[in-house]
T-cell receptor
Framework: KNEVEQSPQNLTAQEGEFITINCSYS?????LHWLQQHPGGGIVSLFM???GKKKHGRLIATINIQEKHSSLHITASHPRDSAVYIC??????????FGKGTKLSVIP | KAGVTQTPRYLIKTRGQQVTLSCSPI?????VSWYQQTPGQGLQFLFE???????NKGNFPGRFSGRQFSNSRSEMNVSTLELGDSALYLC????????????FGEGSRLTVL
């Protein structure tokens, strides 16, 4: 069993749709990162959270430590949101365990 | 403010050779972590350095090593290259170790022939 499970693996949405990506993990963590990777490889850190909820623009991330579950929401999706989104819980010192990623395609 | 710089961006080596990759963190960042990304295994943690000390190492053989200099720049070395070492190697820096936002470089893409 993978330590980090992301769903869905692939997601196609129409521009403007509300999107949710889920992440369940079995490892103990001190914080969980949500990362965005565009074609070509560059990775951008979207959120780091250890409890509750964070919001940045159209992106919202939540985490439930007791249930070992986190979600990433994108409101009013746009084609520029097309990327791979990766969940990465960490036990500290950036010893992150990575999910396989969710490939999001937003169609105009 | 300059971002995280990785060099070289692309390189091709043959089996048995060794390779050294460099990572210059954002000015003021003392933590540098390294990751390997392959199509089969995805992203995996290699190691993390903070103030010239390796604090954690992932599940990789001893052929993978690294170091950090007093100016926080870091290098990783892979000796006796194998075909399976072909990957995108990413480094990330953070202002403090153990927690905090990560800033990634563009990566070094290694091809082993």
């Amino acid at each position: 069993k993978n330590e980090v499970e992301q769903s869905p693996q692939n997601l196609t949405a129409q521009e403007g749709e509300f999107i949710t990506i889920n992440c369940s993990y079995s490892v103990g963590i001190s914080a969980l990162h949500w990362l965005q990777q565009h074609p070509g490889g560059g990775i951008v850190s979207l959120f780091m959270l250890s409890s509750g909820k964070k919001k940045h623009g159209r992106l919202i991330a939540t985490i439930n430590i007791q249930e070992k579950h986190s979600s990433l929401h994108i409101t009013a999706s746009h084609p520029r949101d097309s990327a791979v989104y990766i969940c990465a819980p960490g036990a500290g010192s950036y010893q992150l365990t990575f999910g396989k990623g969710t490939k999001l395609s937003v169609i105009p | 403010k300059a971002g995280v710089t990785q060099t070289p961006r692309y390189l091709i080596k043959t089996r048995g050779q060794q390779v050294t990759l460099s990572c210059s963190p954002i000015s003021g960042h003392r933590s540098v972590s390294w990751y390997q990304q392959t199509p089969g295994q995805g992203l995996q943690f290699l190691f993390e350095y903070f103030s010239e000390t390796q604090r954690n190492k992932g599940n990789f053989p001893g052929r993978f090593s690294g170091r950090q200099f007093s100016n926080s720049r870091s290098e990783m070395n892979v000796s006796t290259l194998e075909l399976g070492d072909s990957a995108l190697y990413l480094c990330a820096s953070s202002i403090r170790g153990g927690a905090g936002e990560l800033f990634f470089g563009e990566g070094s893409r290694l091809t082993v022939l």
